[in-house]
């Protein structure tokens, strides 16, 4: 098993930037890819960064790309998600998800949710206009 928390959601101001971390606990050496999704009440989950622990290759989504930047330290087994140039659209919820299949490297599929196993709570973050 393993235990993901997030931290670090909250209300900023458009333009304003924000960092979330996920620690991840537990049998974190089973995880290959480290993925960061948002949701928003009645819309379907959406990806939004992935990692992976071996060697730190980042994947984005297109409306994120340039804006947030995913990064983890391997010693303290955290990834963060620094979110720069919000906008009020990046208001969500943000989960963090961990993925112990080497399918999602093999087929690509950072950003299908299903290839995912562990999910955090969630941590809210809301942007204002």
């Known amino acids: 098993q393993v235990q993901l928390v997030e931290s670090g959601g909250g209300l900023v101001q458009s333009g304003g930037n924000l960092r979330l971390s996920c620690a991840a606990s537990g049998r974190t050496f089973s995880s290959y890819v480290m993925g960061w999704f948002r949701q928003v009440p009645g819309k379907e989950r959406e990806f939004v960064a992935a990692?992976?622990?071996?060697?730190?290759?980042?994947y984005y989504a297109d409306s994120v790309k340039g804006r947030f930047t995913i990064s983890r330290d391997n010693a303290k087994n955290t990834v963060y998600l620094q979110m720069n140039s919000l906008k009020p659209e990046d208001t969500a919820v943000y989960y963090c998800?961990?993925?112990?299949?080497?399918?999602?490297?093999?087929?690509?599929?950072?950003?299908?949710?299903?290839?995912?196993?562990?999910w955090g709570q969630g941590t809210q973050v809301t942007v204002s206009s």
């Open positions: 998800a961990a993925s112990s299949s080497v399918r999602i490297i093999v087929t690509r599929s950072y950003g299908d949710g299903s290839k995912y196993g562990y």
């Open positions: 990692i992976t622990w071996s060697t730190g290759g980042t």
